[in-house]
């Protein structure tokens, strides 16, 4: 969950999108990404399941290199919260189209983050929700201020709320969560059950694309292949056995 800050968020130009840092920029187009060996994930043709718990594969958003503010091991990846509300998020390493992503995660007091997928690296945005749909991860009961249900944990942030089969675990202890994108049907699992269901590919979210938030946005889910991110929104969260696999 982010509040809103408008640094001169610029339309993306046919063809290509220009990336600080990324020398593959020439391998992502306009909305739809297209595929390139050189940075596109791994796109095993038994589906496998990929690790993303290692320092090599992620780095912060606009930059080169894995930010102060995170610390990843082969058993966790740390925020340590101390970028404040812009600037800390970090990405991963290669892009991705259709997936299914799992983990594990839990949250301080009062804390505040999320799960990007699609996201789009470019220097005329400071963070990936400028561009990218957010699985959120919030404390829902402890956050101190007023909070609506789409800004609750496993919602999709501004977008869709999760059902009443949602069941969050207390604040610091472990949630298992995934995302699935197949084809623009997406779904949220949060300790095993099924949240929010939706179809990216219909008018009914074209309609809520285009309304609330998203309206200062103009390039919000304009991708259907990009990077993944973790937020840091100033608050520690924890994740720990975070994989992927291609459903292409």
Sequence with gaps: MKKIYLWGIGLLLAGQISCKNNPNKEALSNSNFANSSAEIGDLNKNNSWESLMSPEKWRGYNQGSLPYNWQISDSLISCFGLAG????????????????????????PEGNSGV????????????????????????????????????????????????????????????TSRIIFD????????????????????????????????????????????YLALQDHGSGVWFKAVKIRSLD
Excluded: C
């Design 183 to 226: 084809q623009g049907k997406v779904s949220h699992y949060l300790n095993g059950a099924l949240i929010v269901s939706f179809d990216k590919f219909t008018p009914e979210w074209e309609v809520l694309r285009n309304s609330g938030k998203w309206t200062d946005y103009p390039d919000y889910g304009k991708a259907n292949m990009g």
């Design 116 to 175: 990007f997928y699609h996201v789009i690296e470019d220097t005329v945005y400071h963070s990936p929700y400028q561009t990218a749909p957010e699985y959120q991860l919030l404390d829902d009961v402890g956050f101190p201020s007023p909070i609506e249900d789409w800004q609750k944990t496993g919602a999709n942030y501004a977008m869709h709320i999760a059902n009443d089969a949602k069941r969050l675990s207390e604040v610091g202890d472990w949630n």
């Design 85 to 108: 509300d812009v600037g800390g998020d970090i990405i991963s390493t290669k892009i991705y189209g259709n997936f299914e992503l799992s983990w594990s995660w839990k949250i301080s």
